[in-house]
């Protein structure tokens, strides 16, 4: 699943094809496309048609293109979702779901392109969230660590209340928004944390440095286009990241730590796979997984 870098990789992208356009003709050709817009495929199309895009947003892996109606087109990649901008005269994809036209001499399409038809697409009105304006089917959303209102203090309070392991903890999208498996991962091994620590034993300078490893490895992430393991995450032009080639623990089950050669181990974890170095991350004694 596209994650925050990926996701803000996407974002940008958009931000510069889209932002000032006017959206005319939609194209929704999968309905489970626009399967969370209540009012279905037409007043999808009605509610975008002729509407100014005023800018291009993301909260945690959400993004949406903010409308001069006051209202926003809200995306979630899910699996497998693009958002590519292409001329119209280019082939349809496989799996093509939407297209918008834009406005301008180039005749340019946004075209949302989802394999596995988990990801989705709707219109829903802006409402205020503190200094920012959020869709409000994404308010419940909580703000990701490279956010400037990122409260890591309170996050740390919770932490400390909560009896998890530190992974689950830090996938929950309610607590910390845009972390995921690869990059939840990633942190840990960067401080030596094993995943299955419980978020109690964790001190504030625990999770101060755990949070900046985070923002570091979203940060070189992003500096790389992202993390791509195969065709299904690309940006708005159709290229791959290439962060998978900075990856030290994700997807390297047997492979040598890179910072002391012992085999990095796989194990399950919420219906996906875990990686982290046994000898880099062990869990302190006593403590079993949460």
Known sequence: MPELPEVEVVRRGLDQWVTGRT?????????????????????????????RVEGVSRRGK???LALDSGEALLAHLGMSGQLLVQRPQQAPERHLRASLRLDGDEGTEVRFVDQRTFGHLLVDPLVADGGARVPSAARHIARDPLDPEFDEDAVAAVLARRRSDIKRALLDQSLISGIGNIYADEALWRVR?????HTGSLRRSDVAELMAEVRAVMRDALAAGGTSFDELYVNVNGESGYFERGLNVYGR???????????????AFMN????????CQPLPAGVKPA
Do not use: N, T
């Open 62 to 64: 959400y993004l949406w």
């Open 253 to 267: 089950e047997g492979q040598p730590c890179a910072r002391c050669a012992a085999p990095v181990r796989r194990s």
């Open 272 to 279: 996906r796979s875990s990686y982290h170095c046994p000898r």
């Open 23 to 51: 959206i005319g003709a939609v194209s929704v050709l999968h309905q489970r496309a626009v399967r969370r817009h209540a009012g279905g495929r037409s007043d999808f199309s009605a509610r975008l048609s002729d509407r």
């Open 193 to 197: 944390l094993h995943g299955g620590q």
